[in-house]
């Protein structure tokens, strides 16, 4: 079987937006059983300087939904970034979800060794491999950013644990 963009990254992605889901539907559980308000929980942070919970959901559907739009040559999605609530970032998920899911694999697959140049910041560009985009870029933010969603909300006292990050699994968990 030949590795290709397409069979290597959306899989994973699908599998850290179901974490995504999964981890919002217990931080929701426990807001409602402890009656703390989920805009608490949505503004947290592990330092001052790091963005807040609600942040690291929007960084980690934009980053793989427009990359791999980019990657695709298909038009940038837009995310309104003012969700306020789980159920916002919930739908956040599923829209995220649905755009990869519409992208044309064979596009995604072509040419993983030509060069993308993509904006980083306002000022800046970077001209890299397409294949190296998905790897380098768009995976290990995905990853940063689910990973920094968790640990807030293990921070917050969440019953979480492995089993809720590797959440996207169960289905080949019998």
């Excluded at 790091?50 to 940038?76: D, V």
């Amino acid at each position: 079987m030949t590795t290709t963009l397409s069979s290597s990254i959306i899989p994973a992605v699908n599998n850290m937006f179901s974490t995504l889901d999964h981890l919002l539907v217990k931080a929701a559980e426990r807001c409602e059983a402890t009656k703390v308000e989920e805009g608490v929980y949505l503004n947290w942070r592990v330092t001052p300087d790091m963005f807040p919970l609600a942040t690291q959901f929007r960084f980690a559907t934009e980053i793989p939904a427009r990359g791999l739009s980019r990657i695709a040559g298909a038009e940038i999605p837009s995310f309104p970034d003012d969700e306020a609530s789980f159920e916002e970032l919930r739908a956040r998920i599923k829209k995220a979800g649905d755009i990869i899911a519409k992208l044309d694999a064979s596009a995604l697959d072509a040419n993983p060794d030509a060069d993308i140049t993509v904006p980083m910041g306002p000022e800046r560009k970077v001209t890299l491999p397409r294949g190296a985009f998905a790897h380098q870029w768009i995976m290990p933010n995905l990853y940063f950013h689910v990973t920094t969603a968790y640990l807030i909300l293990r921070e917050l006292g969440i019953d979480i644990g492995k089993k809720d990050y590797l959440a996207g699994l169960a289905r080949y968990i019998s």
